[in-house]
């Protein structure tokens, strides 16, 4: 297997924590940001187009420019992972919006992220749109060339590589859930078990409004709350799948011991992140 292309898989594969930068809005998507991103110390770029502008052009532009830029030294680049604006409350749904999937892949991104997975079958659907119809997915050919380019393959290779992990080993796409509600908490245990996840997320604030409250963070330390965590938290266990959630400089240790392995980070929080793994 070649070196990997999506530097959070990596991670993932040494059980190492993943931390990643960008916002739920306000991505720049230039192809000069895209020069930008790649000098970044995250695992991983974050681009929200769930609440977000869905500009393809600017996203296509953006990894354009993350293509033509060379890894820096000692490291490689971020992955870029966006958040679709589809919501998965149902398989008709999902379905009815997976062109949002092939046009985002086909930009050449490394991993989407589903929010409000409500559904056994809309998570399943989420997958199939991620995966070629060799595989038993819906997406055909069209964008393996350029997608290819952008991630310096051929379009042969892309089509080797371009499929979720970890069910597939030698994949480099990395999807994900929002666990953000109380349909979907209810429905976790078969969510996250779905095939072609590899981390899911317990969305505090949607989470929160969800049980009447505003989404603020004093509301996350409610009961019911820190219970819709756990929950969160033992059904991607039982998955075997990676548990995404706030680590602090002041509470690494304990989270990664207690096994959340994907955080918001900072410079200062990749150093010590790394002093940990050296």
């Known amino acids: 297997m070649p070196d990997r292309i999506n530097a959070a898989i990596a991670r993932l594969e040494r059980d190492q924590l993943v931390l990643y930068t960008g916002g739920h809005t306000g991505a720049e998507l230039t192809r000069e940001a895209g020069n930008r991103a790649v000098s970044s110390w995250a695992d991983y770029i974050n681009i929200g187009m769930e ?3 869905l500009d393809l052009a600017g996203l296509g532009a953006f990894m354009q420019g993350w ?3 060379p890894a820096p030294q000692g490291r490689p680049k971020p992955a870029v992972i966006v958040e679709l604006p589809v919501e998965g409350a149902s398989e008709a749904l999902v379905r009815a919006n997976a062109w949002q ?3 985002i892949l086909g930009c050449g991104v490394h991993g989407l992220l589903l929010c409000h997975a409500e559904n056994v079958d809309a998570v399943r659907a989420f997958v199939e749109a991620a995966r070629y119809t060799f595989r038993g997915g819906t997406p055909g050919a069209g964008a393996q060339g350029s997608a290819g380019a952008v991630w310096g393959v051929s379009a042969d290779e892309y089509l080797d590589r371009a499929d979720p992990w970890p069910l597939n080993p030698d994949g480099e796409l990395l999807l994900g859930l929002k666990i953000e509600n109380r349909r979907a908490l209810a429905n976790a245990y078969e969510t ?3 095939p072609g996840i590899a981390f899911a997320e317990w969305g505090p604030a949607d989470m929160s409004m ?4 505003r989404g603020t963070p004093a509301d996350f330390a409610r009961p019911e709350l820190q219970a ?8 991607c266990r039982k ?3 990676a548990f995404l959630d706030g680590v602090s400089e002041d509470n690494m240790a304990a989270r990664i011991a207690a096994g959340v392995r994907i955080s918001t980070g900072s410079p200062q929080l990749a150093e010590l992140r790394d002093a940990q793994v050296a």
């Open 228 to 235: 819709a965590r756990e929950r969160v938290f033992d059904a």
């Open 210 to 213: 969800s049980h009447g409250y």
């Open 67 to 69: 293509g033509e830029s």
């Open 239 to 241: 998955a075997g799948i």
């Open 51 to 53: 609440h977000g502008v």
């Open 192 to 194: 996250t078990a779905v």
């Open 101 to 103: 999937v092939r046009q």
